[in-house]
T-cell receptor, first 115, second 112 residues
Framework: GAGVSQTPSNKVTEKGKYVELRCDPI?????LYWYRQSLGQGPEFLIY????????DSGLPNDRFFAVRPEGSVSTLKIQRTERGDSAVYLC?????????????FGPGTRLTVL | DAKTTQPTSMDCAEGRAANLPCNHS???????VYWYRQIHSQGPQYIIH???NNETNEMASLIITEDRKSSTLILPHATLRDTAVYYC?????????????FGGGTRVLVKP
């Protein structure tokens, strides 16, 4: 079946602009995670959704970052007033949640470059 | 979650077994050992997890020491496609809501 998909695969923007990154989880997965990966490092947790609600947003670096999941499936990560330090690969993952195992399935990521 | 220590990199020969060590000396009784890998330009991929018994699946085997302070991931017959960064992660098992805390991982290069 289809895995986790993320769009766009690449996004280049200018400092100060607003960007939206989209994640389509595996159908039926109630848990959704966003991670950020800088060059040469492991992914870092940003936020976790269970259904429509953000159950843990402790990894969001500041209030420029915001994520939504209005219908409990697709999620959008929104970054306001982008900075060069926001350049990274943004990864989305989903898991079955309370109905199954905890294995997280990752998408291919969106590479964000802020000029 | 307990911290893990892995070698930064290792090489292995194609067709031979690759043994990837991980130290997790502060692991708690309810924490599992998970392994993920990340092939270049892809998202991480789940490999295997275990609590205290050795585990095997179609991808790999996981050997956990009796005191649970360390473990070894074994790729029985490494192929060039196994070249990736391998992450050992320790976390409490639950169905959801438990984020993965990645360290630096081990960069494995499988050579012909």
């Amino acid at each position: 079946g289809a895995g986790v998909s993320q769009t766009p695969s690449n996004k280049v923007t200018e400092k100060g602009k607003y960007v939206e990154l989209r994640c389509d989880p595996i159908s039926g997965h109630t848990a959704l995670y966003w991670y950020r990966q800088s060059l040469g490092q492991g992914p870092e947790f940003l936020i976790y959704f269970q259904g429509t609600g953000a159950a843990d947003d402790s990894g969001l670096p500041n209030d420029r970052f915001f994520a939504v999941r209005p219908e409990g499936s697709v999620s959008t990560l929104k970054i306001q007033r982008t900075e060069r330090g926001d350049s990274a690969v943004y990864l989305c993952a989903s898991s079955l949640g309370s109905t199954g195992g905890s294995e997280q399935f990752f998408g291919p990521g969106t590479r964000l470059t802020v000029l | 979650d307990a911290k893990t220590t892995q070698p930064t990199s290792m090489d292995c020969a194609e067709g031979r077994a690759a043994n990837l060590p991980c130290n997790h000396s502060t692991i708690s009784g309810n924490e599992y050992v998970y392994w993920y890998r990340q092939i270049h330009s892809q998202g991480p991929q789940y490999i295997i997890h275990g609590l205290k018994n050795n585990e095997t699946n179609e991808m790999a085997s996981l050997i956990i020491t009796e005191d649970r302070k360390s473990s070894t991931l074994i790729l029985p017959h490494a192929t060039l496609r196994d070249t990736a960064v391998y992450y050992c992660i320790v976390r409490v098992y639950q169905a959801a809501g438990n984020k993965l805390t990645f360290g630096g991982g081990t960069r494995v290069l499988v050579k012909p």
